[in-house]
């Protein structure tokens, strides 16, 4: 088993008469190798923990003994189902994507590495890691709605534009949820990446010369991080939307043309979260009328976050959850894999938790998804994929090296020459620690 991590338990619990709800997802997302995985978990007669553990048991534990100390299972809070219990239960930790980055660098002892989350999630923990650390992650289609739509072909033509205009005066701050390639970005231009619950902090040091930033990917954070440090938002510009310009455009096209480009502050990139991006202030008047406390992740619209009674990050909405007395009645704007798992813990101890779409009108429900990408890891691709590792047959593709491009619906992989991919490192890598400088230092 693992030894002792620094990252709490996240004190979610598996209970024994709880189906394992993990939804089946489609043979077609698994790749050949772990489809045989995948068919005998359809096969076993029900999702009950009694049924599903000791299917599981027989592939993990046989890892774990063959890898020993050296295995690290890693979670996202996101992630669907059970699965989060499931990777705790065999002593792996469950965090947020800031935590989980610095995970193979803080445990240089560990050298697999399996991780259950979005690509750009694994990607950040192999730029930190050491060269005898391998990163792995259980479905290379799982990605994000939001980094899909900041890929290193939809931004860099972008970029290359702007500095071309703006020269040093421009810097460049990518959120976590962006690619390596996009870090590396931020890093050679002398800017930095941030997280939810630091873009306001990252942005203000972004700015210190009274440089002009480009943020990439989420419009709607940045335009939260913009109002806490006080901006104008008449200095703010959203760049085009990448969905409907995919690729590069003249610089005249953006909103306002040129003279709106020269005179803007902040360049906000165009993408958004297609889980935080649905809620509306209404959802949240409508359960501040019925006396409860509204807590929303800054990913979500400004007049949401406006609305509310408090935005943070996963970690921050977990501790208020995990922290609030008996009795307290909180709604939860955020991913609906997350908010479920918290009401069931927030249960046993008396606290009501709500998610912020679980509203019984049919004009404000319908809201409250999960996400979807991150929940194409399941069950089977972690036993598949453990079993596959012990018997030294993972499929390459399942391997995250820093600079990995994949296509999510195809699951193609473009990889770097190991010259670029350790020029990205080193630049990636420079954006990390900028940013760990900002938050620590
Ligand atoms: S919830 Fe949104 S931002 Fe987070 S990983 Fe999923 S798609 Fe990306």
């Not at 923990?125 to 980094?147: H, S």
């Not at 010369?209 to 990917?217: A, C, E, I, N, S």
């Not at 593709?397 to 010259?419: C, K, Q, Y």
Request: net charge negative; glycine share 8%.
């Amino acid at each position: 088993m693992s030894s002792p991590l620094p990252l709490p338990n996240s004190g979610l619990r598996l209970r024994p008469e709880l189906p394992l709800c993990q939804s089946d997802l489609p043979l077609d997302w698994y790749q050949e190798e772990l489809k045989p995985y995948a068919e005998e978990y359809l096969a076993l007669p029900d999702r009950r923990p009694e049924t599903i553990l000791p299917w599981l048991d027989a592939y993990v534990r046989p890892a774990q003994e063959h890898f020993g100390e050296s295995l690290l299972l890693l979670a996202h809070f996101y992630m669907g189902g059970e699965i989060v219990k499931l990777v705790e239960r065999y002593g792996g930790a469950v965090s947020d994507s800031y935590a989980l980055a610095l995970q193979a660098a803080r445990h240089p002892e560990k050298k697999i590495i399996v991780e259950s989350a979005v690509h750009f999630m694994a990607e950040s923990v192999a730029i930190l890691a050491a060269a005898d650390q391998e990163i792995w992650i259980t479905n290379p289609k799982a990605g994000c709605t939001m980094e899909m739509l900041a890929k290193d072909h939809h931004v860099l033509p972008i970029a290359d534009q702007l500095f071309e205009r703006y020269g040093d005066e421009l810097t460049v701050v990518a959120y976590m949820n962006t690619s390596g390639r996009i870090k590396a970005l931020a890093g050679r231009t002398g800017g930095a990446v941030c997280t939810s619950s630091n873009a306001d902090r990252v942005l203000a040091w972004a700015r210190r010369d009274g440089q002009k930033v480009l943020f990439v990917p989420d419009q709607h954070l940045g335009r939260n991080a913009a109002t806490r440090l006080g901006l104008d938002p008449a200095r703010w510009l959203t760049l085009p939307n990448p969905e409907v310009f995919p690729g590069a455009y003249p610089l005249e096209r953006v909103s306002g043309g040129l003279a709106a480009l020269d005179q803007a502050e902040l360049l906000l990139w165009g993408s958004h979260c297609g889980v935080h991006s649905f809620f509306r202030p209404d959802h949240v008047t409508w359960w501040q009328e019925r006396g409860w406390r509204v807590l929303v992740h800054p990913e979500s619209p400004l007049e949401v976050v406006n609305a509310a009674d408090g935005a943070g990050s996963t970690a921050y909405l977990w501790r208020e959850v995990m922290e609030a007395p008996a009795g307290a009645r909180l709604v939860i704007g955020t991913e609906g894999h997350f908010v479920t798992n918290a009401r069931e813990q927030a249960a046993l101890r008396g606290v009501q938790v709500m998610h912020l779409a679980d509203i019984p009108e049919e004009n404000l429900g319908l809201a409250g998804c999960g996400c979807a990408t991150m929940s194409r890891n399941d069950p089977p691709h972690l036993a598949g994929l453990l079993d596959l590792l012990r018997r030294g047959a993972a499929p390459e593709s399942n391997r995250v090296l820093a600079g990995d491009a994949v296509d999510e619906i195809t699951g193609e992989l473009d990889r770097l020459p190991e010259a670029e991919r350790a020029t990205l490192i080193a630049e990636a890598s420079l954006s990390l620690e900028r940013m760990i400088a900002v938050v620590e230092g």
